[in-house]
């Protein structure tokens, strides 16, 4: 099993819809969480960290952590055109040395 | 506040030719760390510094692959000599310490590598 795991997509959604973007990990010690948005041909850009159990809101985007499950979330309301991008999900894993693990990112198509 | 700065954004060179990359990161992040990415995949960590200490560099390919943070600012990767499966985007990125319980990483634009 890899460390972070993401559905690879495309995922479409039309625009004003919510997008959900799922991210599973299997270091049960985890306790950073990170989603990052890549546009095509630029660097990830940090959008989102969680570090407790629960929702964490910030504008259109809502990150939801269950570390029970080892599940992480991205949600993104009022999708926009612009929101097309592909979504990275990244953890500090232990047993990867207190790296930055990254899954393999999930890519979105808001369709207007 | 400046972001992560890297040069050049582009390079094409010719197989077995060296290259080297630059990054200056982030004013006070301590930790520096470069990352190799591929198409449709996510960043793969190369090496890691604190400071100028390398605390993690099981990734980096020692044979052609050779990276330094001589003052613990500035960062160079280099690699000598190149080879075609080394075409990839090389980033850098910079945290402020990985101690800290809210650590969070930043990237720069990234050096866009074509060996021919």
């Known amino acids: 099993q890899k460390e972070v795991e993401q559905n690879s997509g495309p995922l479409s959604v039309p625009e004003g819809a919510i997008a959900s973007l799922n991210c599973t990990y299997s270091d049960r010690v985890s306790q950073s969480f990170f989603w990052y948005r890549q546009y095509s041909g630029k660097s990830p850009e940090l959008i989102m960290s969680i570090y407790s159990n629960g929702d964490k809101e910030d504008g259109r985007f809502t990150a939801q952590l269950n570390k029970a499950s080892q599940y992480v979330s991205l949600l993104i309301r009022d999708s926009q055109p612009s929101d097309s991008a592909t979504y990275l999900c990244?953890?500090?894993?232990?047993?990867?040395?207190?790296?930055?693990?990254f899954g393999p990112g999930t890519r979105l198509s808001v369709l207007p | 506040e400046a972001g992560v700065v890297q040069s050049p954004r582009y390079k094409i060179i010719e197989k077995k030719q060296p290259v080297a990359f630059w990054c200056n990161p982030i004013?006070?992040?301590?930790?520096l760390y470069w990352y190799l990415q591929n198409l449709g995949q996510g960043p793969e960590l190369l090496i890691r510094y604190e400071n100028e200490e390398a605390v993690d560099d099981s990734q980096l390919p020692k044979d052609r692959f050779s990276a330094e943070r001589l003052k613990g600012v500035d960062s160079t990767l280099k690699i000598q000599p190149a080879e075609l499966g080394d075409s990839a985007v090389y980033l850098c990125a910079s945290s402020p310490d990985l101690r800290s319980s809210y650590n969070e990483q930043f990237f720069g634009p990234g050096t866009r590598l074509t060996v021919l």
């Open positions: 004013s006070g992040h301590n930790t």
């Open positions: 990244a953890v500090i894993a232990r047993d990867y040395g207190q790296n930055f693990v």
